[in-house]
Every structure is written in C-alpha cells, then in structure tokens.
C-alpha cells in the first residue's frame, strides 16, 4: 500500500510500552497510521458474513483465509473474534474443530508465531496470551478480545487454514509505522513493569506511581445548589491555575441520598477549560460513563429487565467507594480551570432538583522536560453529541452516518462513550467508520456497533465492564430480546489509538430507530 507521508517520526510507546506507560498519552504522534482489518459487508450494506459472502482479504495458494496482511513495520493492539459462541459447548466445540487455528506469521517467518485454535487465545491459559490481556466471551459477553500487542518490523499474515469459510466475525486494529526503529521483537509481555495498567485494581489510578508520588492534591467539598428563578446555571470552581501543568486524576463522590432516580449525574456536568478554552463539556453520566445506572430514565417502564454492574474501566468509572474518576492526563500551557455546573434537564422543574454535595480531590503535576501543550503534546477534549429519534431522518438522513467525532486540527482518537435511551436493539447493528485527513475510504470499518464494543450477539442482554471496554447497563425496557432497549457503553484506546494529522470523522451506520 502507498504509506502516507509525515514530515516528523514520534511513534510514542509501541508494543506493551504503550499500556503501560499511560503518561505518555497525549503526546502527539507522528509516522503512525491506525487501521482495522474487519469481516465487514465488502457491498456496502450490513450483512457483514450472514449469508455465507467470504468477507475477508483473500485465499491464498493453499486456500487459507487470510485476515490480515501488512507489509512494513507495525504492531497489532487489538485482536477481536465472535462466532457461533451461544450454542451448547459440544455444538462450539465441533464448529472451532472445523475453523482451525489462527496462524499468526511475522516478520517473514515460513513457520507461524502464534498457533492456536480461536477460543484458546482468549481463554487465559496459553502463554502469552493471558490475564490481564485477554477476555473469553463470559467475561466480554460474547465477544472474545486480546489486547496483547503483537509488534513486527516487516511484515505480518493472519489466517485460518484451507475450509468453508465459517459463519463469525473478526476485527483486528493495527498500528502502522513508518520505519522499523525501535520497534520491538514480540516476546512475553511479563518482564518489567508490563503489566501495570490493565492490571490495576479497578478504580486506582493505573500511571506511573513514581510520577503520582510528586503530584499536587487540591481536595474539599462543596455543595451546588439547583439553578432557581430563571438562572439557567449554578457553578462551583475545583481546580483553578495561571500556569502550566497536568490534571493528572479527577474523583468525585456526589450525595445521592435524595432522589438520585432524578437523573442528578445528567444535570450536573463537568467543564474543564485549558488555557482560556473549554475543552470539555459533559454530564457527569456521560463523562464517567455511570450512563444509567445511577439515573435510570424516569420513563422506564414497569416490568424492564435490567442487567447493571458498575462501571470500572481503565481511566473512568465509579469506584467501590461511590468515587466517580478520571485518570486521563489532560496537559495545560499557561492556565486551567475545572467546574462543575448544574443545568437542570430537560423536563425537569425546578422544584425537582435537589442541591447536591460533592467530596471531590483534584490532582495535578508540574510540566516536565518536553511537554509542550499543544506543541509536542495535545489537549485532552471531548464533543458530545445528541440525536433524539424523532430528529434521526431529518437530522441524520436514513443512510448516513450518525456523526461521534468530527473536527480539525492535529491529535488521536482516545475513546468514546454512548448513551443510548429508548433504542430499538437493532441498533446495534450499526458499522462503525471513521476516516482520517480528508480520505473518502474509512481506515477503520467494523461490522457491528456490539462489536466495536467488543461483545457479540446484543451482548445476550448481559452487561459487563472491563478496563478497556464494556456495557455496565442494558436495560430491556418490554422485558424481553428484541424490543426497545436503555444501553450504556464505552470503549477506550489507549494503545490503539488513532492518530489524525489534519482532520478526523467518526460515524456510526443507523437504522433510525435510536436515541443517543
């Protein structure tokens, strides 16, 4: 393929470096170009392998099914499979013993790398493919996921051995680099402090402890009173500087003692504001990814069947103390300010808001050498972005992409979080696109909106929370598969990331009948 040009080389941390060194999170990349390699429907539409259409690369000379095939340097971050994973285990068993094993080839090997039946990658017992990098379809509800790096320096195939191509599904994203410089040779991922991030207890701040020795606390409580006659805002300060810095953690632990079914953590928002600009307005359901768990819609119906544990990913959540955190590092120039700021919702009165007290602790960390905010580091930012389904075909015309993340600029891509209200289930069934700097082919397109979320099979209604991703809420709303459904979901990238050096644009395939 003919690699994009870029006038600078900065990959960042490659292979297990890049889990493992969080810090290093906003520095802006350059020579690096993300990618995924996926069974998506290759006419346009969403069959994506139903009726048997051979959705991959190609067939080699011996008739395997290829996955993947890059040549140049790179590094595979995450590994995706679902198949016919609902059945009995017999039944399993017998499709997996059809399918073969994956082969993974690198750097030019004759003699595969890695050879392993499917499901054996995933299970946690086949070195080096282990916890925490690995989740078997009860743990990401039907989907099975690695997030072991797998770097090479030349080359890397992907197949399955010569046979019928089997009813599943694949998704794998990939880092290419420009040159091979220091990437690494794949090997066990135990050495050192490897491990560190994703094996952090969930809700702990997974960076560099040494650097979290030297960070400044700015910690109390506050409370924050309803907006009342005709003020459409209240506001309370945090965090404030006139200098450079880190916002290294945030946590926040509401009273929600009064009618927290009121929807408070959709009323309540953060703003954070970097260097005279905000950068961040967001609920707090939305922002920590609580969804609606802690503000359930007031117009559930009776007989809803809900599956909900708490969210507890990688760098936001809810911890078992009722924390809400943040441990994205959100790097400054010159000034800083974080709020949060109660605006009430939609339909809400007045008279139904109550006041709220926070216990909330800010950390922050003095810039060191080479962090130059906006220079060789970028901002941390969100869009948030609502559709009702009664704007969806006016709005969002039947065909085109409900739009997550578009802008200009330089950057990458880091994560997202989805709040879907009052959806048909069939949502889910949305491909997921994104194109980098202007090109009309997306450089990443999957086969579900449940797979780019890394289950499989409408999550079979059971929720779940992993560092990485999860759906810690799914609610049937008639009580049964199929019908209208409440779904939180997120999905982090902090290895995979996908770096844009002009512009970015992320869409989602909708069927209309969705409320995000």
């Given at each position: 393929?003919?690699?994009?040009?870029?006038?600078?080389?900065?990959?960042?941390?490659?292979g297990?470096?890049?889990?493992?060194?969080?810090?290093?999170?906003?520095?802006?990349?350059?020579?690096?170009?993300?990618?995924?390699?996926?069974?998506?429907?290759?006419?346009?539409?969403?069959?994506?392998?139903?009726?048997?259409?051979?959705?991959?690369?190609?067939?080699?000379?011996?008739g395997?099914?290829?996955?993947?095939?890059?040549?140049?340097?790179?590094?595979?971050?995450?590994?995706?499979?679902a198949?016919?994973?609902?059945?009995?285990?017999a039944?399993?068993d017998?499709?997996?013993?059809?399918?073969?094993?994956?082969?993974v080839?690198?750097?030019?090997?004759?003699?595969?790398?890695?050879?392993?039946?499917?499901?054996?990658?995933?299970?946690?017992?086949?070195?080096?493919?282990?916890?925490?990098?690995?989740?078997?379809?009860?743990?990401?509800?039907?989907?099975?996921?690695?997030?072991?790096?797998?770097?090479?320096?030349?080359?890397?195939?992907?197949?399955?051995?010569?046979?019928?191509?089997?009813?599943?599904?694949?998704?794998?994203?990939?880092?290419?680099?420009?040159?091979?410089?220091?990437?690494?040779?794949?090997?066990?991922?135990?050495?050192?402090?490897?491990?560190?991030g994703?094996?952090?207890?969930p809700?702990?701040?997974?960076?560099d402890?040494?650097?979290?020795?030297?960070?400044?606390?700015?910690?109390?409580?506050?409370?924050?009173?309803?907006?009342?006659?005709?003020?459409?805002?209240?506001?309370?300060?945090?965090?404030?500087?006139?200098?450079?810095?880190?916002?290294?953690?945030?946590?926040?632990?509401?009273?929600?003692?009064?009618?927290d079914?009121?929807?408070?953590?959709?009323?309540?928002?953060?703003?954070?504001?970097?260097?005279?600009?905000?950068?961040?307005?967001a609920?707090?359901?939305?922002?920590f990814?609580?969804g609606?768990?802690?503000?359930?819609?007031?117009?559930?119906p009776?007989?809803?069947?809900?599956?909900?544990?708490?969210?507890?990913?990688?760098?936001?959540?809810?911890?078992?103390?009722?924390?809400?955190?943040?441990?994205?590092?959100?790097?400054?120039?010159?000034?800083?300010?974080?709020?949060?700021?109660?605006?009430?919702?939609?339909?809400?009165?007045?008279?139904?808001?109550p006041?709220?007290?926070?216990?909330?602790?800010?950390?922050?960390?003095?810039?060191?050498?080479?962090?130059?905010?906006?220079?060789?580091?970028?901002?941390?930012?969100?869009?948030?972005r609502?559709?009702?389904?009664?704007?969806?075909?006016?709005?969002?015309?039947?065909?085109?992409?409900?739009?997550?993340?578009?802008?200009r600029?330089?950057?990458?891509?880091?994560?997202?979080?989805?709040?879907?209200?009052?959806?048909?289930?069939?949502f889910?069934?949305?491909?997921?696109?994104?194109y980098?700097?202007?090109?009309?082919?997306?450089?990443?397109?999957?086969?579900?909106?449940?797979?780019?979320?890394?289950?499989?099979?409408?999550?079979?209604?059971?929720?779940?929370?992993?560092?990485?991703?999860?759906?810690?809420?799914?609610?049937?709303?008639?009580?049964?598969?199929?019908?209208?459904i409440?779904?939180?979901?997120?999905?982090?990238?902090?290895?995979?990331?996908?770096?844009?050096?002009?512009?970015?644009?992320?869409?989602?395939?909708h069927?209309?009948?969705?409320?995000?």
């Open positions: 393929d003919e690699f994009p040009y870029w006038p600078y080389d900065e990959k960042g941390p490659i297990i470096e890049a889990l493992a060194d969080l810090d290093a999170l906003p520095r802006l990349r350059r020579g690096v170009h993300t990618v995924q390699y996926s069974s998506f429907d290759r006419e346009g539409f969403n069959d994506s392998g139903f009726s048997g259409e051979e959705e991959f690369l190609y067939r080699d000379e011996d395997a099914i290829v996955l993947v095939d890059i040549r140049g340097p790179g590094a595979v971050y995450n590994l995706y499979l198949w016919l994973n609902a059945l009995p285990d039944m399993e017998d499709i997996l013993d059809d399918i073969g094993p994956l082969q080839f690198l750097d030019g090997d004759t003699q595969p790398t890695i050879e392993l039946r499917p499901d054996f990658l995933f299970d946690g017992m086949h070195p080096p493919f282990v916890d925490p990098f690995v989740f078997d379809k009860l743990e990401s509800s039907f989907g099975t996921v690695s997030y072991l790096p797998i770097p090479f320096r030349s080359s890397c195939l992907i197949r399955l051995p010569s046979g019928p191509k089997p009813l599943w599904f694949y998704q794998v994203w990939v880092q290419r680099f420009r040159d091979a410089e220091g990437v690494p040779a794949f090997d066990s991922p135990t050495r050192g402090g490897a491990r560190a994703l094996a952090t207890k809700g702990d701040d997974p960076k402890p040494r650097v979290q020795a030297e960070n400044e606390v700015h910690q109390g409580t506050l409370r924050l009173d309803p907006p009342i006659d005709g003020h459409s805002e209240t506001r309370a300060v945090l965090f404030e500087s006139n200098e450079g810095g880190r916002v290294q953690s945030l946590r926040l632990r509401p009273n929600l003692t009064v009618a079914t009121r929807n408070l953590l959709r009323s309540v928002w953060v703003e954070m504001e970097w260097d005279g600009e905000v950068a961040i307005e609920p707090l359901a939305l922002f990814a609580t609606h768990r802690t503000s359930p819609p007031a117009s559930r009776e007989g809803a069947v809900v599956s909900s544990v708490p969210s507890q990913s990688l760098l936001i959540g809810e911890d078992g103390d009722g924390f809400l955190y943040s441990y994205f590092p959100m790097p400054y120039a010159s000034s800083a300010r974080v709020s949060l700021v109660y605006r009430g919702e939609e339909g809400l009165s007045d008279s139904d808001l006041p709220v007290e926070f216990e909330y602790r800010v950390e922050t960390h003095a810039l060191r050498e080479g962090e130059l905010p906006g220079v060789t580091e970028g901002y941390f930012r969100a869009q948030r609502t559709v009702s389904r009664a704007e969806f075909g006016s709005t969002v015309p039947l065909g085109d992409d409900f739009i997550v993340l578009e802008t600029g330089t950057g990458h891509y880091v994560g997202v979080v989805m709040l879907a209200d009052d959806s048909q289930e069939t889910l069934e949305g491909d997921e696109r994104i980098i700097d202007g090109s009309r082919t997306p450089q990443i397109i999957g086969t579900a909106t449940e797979t780019f979320f890394q289950g499989g099979w409408y999550f079979q209604e059971q929720s779940f929370s992993l560092p990485l991703h999860g759906a810690p809420v799914l609610a049937l709303r008639e009580g049964v598969p199929g019908g209208k409440d779904a939180t979901m997120y999905r982090l990238h902090p290895s995979d990331l996908v770096p844009f050096y002009d512009s970015i644009r992320f869409g989602i395939q069927l209309s009948l969705i409320h995000i």
